[in-house]
């Protein structure tokens, strides 16, 4: 018996094994980049995730301001919600909560936050490549009270697009968008633009730097901080409206971690410091949150 085409094929076939071995091992690590994606937790009001799930998501702020500011502190106490209509297009309640303002140089106070919501439908949505491309939309509602600097202004629009790449364990997630106020003499128009980049070390301890930012684009004419206003904006949480502010970039870096308690339930802490050399609204920061995805 002739057993040569036998052993040849046992030969070619042993030489295949390698490469569907790497083949399986790359689809395992596309596969493992994407369910291992975390949502950003700096600045969770505007870095906006590109990932597409429905979630509630608890956030508390505690905000130091720089002395050569105002001074003190701020907290921030704020819930929010996301509905994946589809895996592709989700609803997105952003902005809301309690704020309770500690300042050195002027009385403290505490009110409602103004309310935000929109839309965000991922154009992009690329497993093989472990690569997602979000754009979005949301408008800010003056709902707040004017003694924690909210409820000013005719409504705010963010327009935004977010993105996030993975490789493996590693992932980069963006967001850059502009802030445009229906009343331009009342609120200052900015542009902002944040980076994460996070490594799956374990479902326990998921490290992670980021870098948020801000350009004001503006100067207001009427708000109550425009002739003399601050040479600083509110950042994130805040718009004064402020007269000084235009051409001024405030910057701030940040360190932190999630770990994936459950399958559905994701646990964040970040701590930034900013970078920006001017007295600013931002010193340092501590954000807690919890993420319960459903």
Do not use: C
């Not at 799930?53 to 105002?70: K, N, T």
């Amino acid at each position: 018996m002739n057993t040569t085409p036998v052993r040849k094929n046992l030969h070619r076939n042993l030489m295949a094994l390698p490469g569907l071995a790497a083949a399986a091992g790359t689809a395992l690590a596309v596969t493992d980049s994407m369910s291992t994606a975390i949502s950003p937790v700096s600045n969770p009001i505007y870095f906006e995730s590109a990932l597409i799930q429905s979630e509630v998501r608890p956030i508390y702020m505690h905000h130091q301001i720089d002395d050569g500011f105002i001074g003190g502190n701020a907290n921030l106490y704020a819930l929010q919600l996301r509905w994946a209509v589809t895996e592709r297009l989700a609803i997105i309640a952003t902005k809301d909560g309690y704020i309770d303002l500690n300042p050195e140089a002027i009385p403290g106070a505490d009110g409602w936050a103004d309310v935000a919501a929109g839309v965000k439908y991922a154009v992009v949505k690329d497993e093989a490549r472990a690569l997602v491309i979000t754009p979005g939309l949301t408008f800010e509602i003056p709902l707040g009270q004017e003694k924690v600097f909210q409820g000013n202004g005719d409504g705010l629009w963010n327009v935004f697009v977010s993105g996030m790449k993975g490789w493996g364990n590693l992932h980069l997630s963006g967001n850059a968008g502009f802030n445009v106020p229906n009343n331009t003499d009342e609120e200052t128009a900015n542009f902002h633009a944040s980076l994460q980049l996070d490594y799956h070390l374990s479902r326990w301890f998921i490290p992670l730097v980021s870098f948020n930012s801000f350009t004001t684009l503006n100067a207001p004419d009427d708000s109550e901080f425009g002739a003399q206003g601050f040479d600083t904006e509110g950042f994130d949480l805040i718009n004064f409206g402020s007269g000084s502010a235009k051409g001024i970039t405030q910057a701030a870096v940040g360190v932190g971690f999630r770990s994936r308690v459950l399958e559905s339930l994701d646990f964040g802490f970040a701590y930034e410091w900013g970078i920006t050399e001017t007295p600013d609204i931002f010193y340092q920061r501590a954000t807690v949150d919890a993420i319960w995805r459903f």
